[in-house]
């Protein structure tokens, strides 16, 4: 078949040391779909780059067509058929989350607009830089002949850590629990819901709340380990979550190119145009989602209770706000 064109950004970086691998051995778009990988970076990182590519040429991956490493935009963004953004202005120490905006702003308003003028209208965004949800905005309203709908940041790695906490809880597989969902910003205020989720114990399908039995635990430290858990990460190990971002990274896109298993959705931060929970237009906000021919529809009609929903309107501000400073920054950028 024809090679897609795949682009990862921030490709020196830890994360997308341990996707590059996963995505050309044929993990994400099937064993049979050839790729050329497009591979871009800072101007200073191209000599770790081209280390990269010799370790990609020498895994010997008979899907890989190509691998072209570059630091221009007018190379990475050209003929996409999907853009992974891995890259983003890192927060620094003493750094106000504002000025971690404004430095955001700059870089996905100019890749935005290269989308707009390089890649396939039909091209497919996956924004994992942090702050994710405001720089999937900002790319989206600087790519205005793009599809809204194309862009997506993720949650999925969330998604995954509230799974994993139940699956652990119970001692269960990760794949005896399904449809967990995360609400709103890839944030400390995000919030990971269970009370639609369902999980297999013993041959029987059935609501966490009544599998658990352990309603403090569920609104209490199950939804701060997951909101902190990158933070807990990064206090461990020096260094910020890159394997299991890889892996949310391969689910993510996997599920948007084959769809979501039946009976079964996911968390990806969307435009939140249209939806039925009360959240605010023009917000890129993480929903529940099911995802069939390359096209995502939010989950309709679950019941929200008070708790999740002072839950879920406190992350919508939070994103209210980031968006109003990264709105403001996008007009003198």
């Known amino acids: 078949g024809e090679p897609i064109r795949v682009l990862v950004t921030g490709a020196a970086g830890q994360i997308a040391y341990s996707l590059l691998y996963s995505i050309a051995k044929g993990d994400v778009f099937g064993k049979d779909q050839p790729l050329v990988l497009v591979l871009l970076d800072i101007s200073p990182m191209m000599t770790v780059l081209e280390g990269v590519v010799m370790e990609l040429q020498d895994c010997a991956l008979p899907l890989l067509r190509e691998v072209i490493p570059t630091d221009k935009e007018e190379v990475a963004f050209k003929d996409l058929d999907i853009a992974i953004l891995v890259g983003s202005m890192p927060r620094k120490e003493g750094m106000e989350r504002k000025d971690l905006l404004k430095a955001n702003v700059k870089i996905f308003k100019s890749q935005g607009a290269a989308l707009d003028k390089y890649a396939k209208k039909t091209v497919k965004v996956v924004v994992v830089g942090n702050p994710a949800n405001t720089n999937c905005l900002i790319a989206s309203k600087s790519a205005p002949s793009i599809p809204k709908e194309n862009f997506s940041c993720l949650t999925r790695l969330d998604h995954n850590r509230a799974k994993s906490q139940i699956a652990l809880k119970l001692g269960v597989t990760a794949n ?158």
């Not at 501000?317 to 403001?328: R, Y």
Request: aromatic fraction near 10%; proline fraction near 3%.
């Open 176 to 333: 005896d629990v399904k449809n967990v969902i995360i609400w709103g910003n890839h944030s400390s205020t995000q919030y990971p819901d269970v009370n639609h989720a369902k999980v297999n114990v013993k041959g029987k399908e059935v609501g966490v709340y009544e599998a658990i039995k352990d309603d403090s635990w569920l609104k209490g430290d199950f939804i701060l380990t997951v909101q902190q858990r990158g933070a807990a990460v990064i206090k461990a190990r020096k260094l910020s979550s890159a394997m299991s971002a890889a892996k949310a990274i391969c689910d993510h896109v996997r599920d948007i190119w084959f769809g979501t298993p039946a009976g079964e959705f996911v968390s990806m931060g969307v435009i939140s145009d249209g939806n039925s929970y009360g959240v605010p237009e023009d917000l890129l906000y993480s929903f529940p989602v099911v995802i069939k021919d390359k096209t995502w529809k939010f989950v309709e009609g679950l019941p929200i209770n008070d708790f999740s929903r002072e839950k879920m309107d406190l992350t919508a501000k939070e994103l209210t706000e980031e968006k109003e400073t990264a709105v403001e920054f996008l007009s003198s950028a």
